[in-house]
């Protein structure tokens, strides 16, 4: 009999980064919870992990990171002082944060790269497949990015990469892949080979990984023997790399917009691309723009 294939339940977000390209911002709070528009960066990728039917949370946080996990706990508190004031509508606000079945946090006290941070998670996520989430890329998408993996993943029954073309001239950002299509599968690829952050020269191709993976727990071990790279840290990268030489891995272009809000100039495009899709903003933020010479008509 064949097995079943697993459910996958769990979404991991590495959470511990110093959020150094947005000081003075981040000097006491973490980058996750910097707000777009009026949600923490983070929750767009909660709510994106639990509209693709994962339920189970799982931070990978750094010291002092407590108001993530905050975030996503009922404030009992705020809650009955709001109500006992008959604010109905602030009410609503706090109450539209996603709820997932559960959420846990594990701490990675040594900033030694993306690979450690999932490994930090390995007591959490146990013996099944997972998804990873850098909540740093926000993904406008229907059916959202990390459902679209999950699809291939279930068809294709390996892990699965989302993978984005993206300029020559920033492949060296980036994890690269290079692979063959997948007959009868669109914009997916079975990966040949996978680089971290490779010169532009070197790039075998420019598919990009952007932060959406769904991992098998075979990654584990991996991780945890895949060598330190030049800067000390163990790359999640360099753990596929070598995954590759046991099974087929898989990457899948995303049908959908992304967002580098890591960097200054893609927080600020994250920014205005919501807004702008707002009906409560959209209109008086285009006519804002529109002053500023920089407004479209359409
Ligand atoms: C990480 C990964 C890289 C991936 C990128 C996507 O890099 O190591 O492979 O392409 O996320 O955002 P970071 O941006 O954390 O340096």
Redo the contacts with the bound molecule.
């Keep these: 009999m064949t097995p079943v294939l697993q459910t996958i339940r769990k979404a991991v977000f590495p959470a511990a980064g110093l959020g150094t390209r947005f000081l003075p911002a981040t000097k006491a709070q973490a980058k996750e919870m910097l707000p777009l528009i009026d949600k923490p960066i983070i929750q767009y990728g909660v709510e994106e992990a639990l509209a693709s039917g994962l339920d189970h949370v799982v931070l990978v946080t750094g010291q002092g990171k407590h108001a993530i996990e905050d975030h996503f706990n009922v404030d009992v508190e705020l809650e009955t002082l709001l109500e006992s004031r008959g604010k109905t509508d602030l009410l609503a606000d706090i109450r539209s944060v996603p709820c997932p079945a559960s959420v846990a946090a594990v701490q990675q006290n040594e900033p030694l790269g993306?690979g450690h941070a999932v490994l930090v998670a390995r007591e959490l996520v146990g013996d099944e497949p997972f998804v990873v989430i850098?909540s740093?890329?926000v993904i406008d998408a229907n059916p959202p990015a990390v459902q679209q993996l999950i699809n291939v993943y279930e068809r294709l029954e390996d892990p699965v990469l989302a993978v984005e073309r993206v300029p020559a001239d920033q492949v060296s950002s980036?994890?690269v892949i290079s692979g063959e299509p997948v007959p009868g599968e669109d914009g997916v690829y079975r990966i040949r080979d996978v680089v971290?952050k490779p010169p532009k020269e070197d790039a075998p191709s420019d598919l990009?990984?952007?932060?959406r993976y769904v991992l098998t727990p075979d990654i584990f071990p991996i991780l945890e023997s895949t060598p330190r790279d030049t800067r000390g840290e163990i790359?999640?990268?360099d753990g596929l790399r070598r995954l590759l030489a046991h099974r087929p891995l898989y990457a899948c272009q995303i049908d959908g917009v992304r967002h580098?809000t890591?960097s200054k100039s893609g927080f600020l495009r994250a920014t205005a691309y919501f807004a702008l899709k707002r009906p409560d903003l959209a209109e008086t933020f285009r006519r804002y723009l529109r002053t500023l010479g920089v407004g479209t008509d359409d």
């Excluded at 990009?208 to 932060?211: E, F, L, Q």
């Design positions: 993306l850098l740093d890329d980036y994890g971290e990009a990984i952007i932060g790359q999640l990268t580098d890591g």
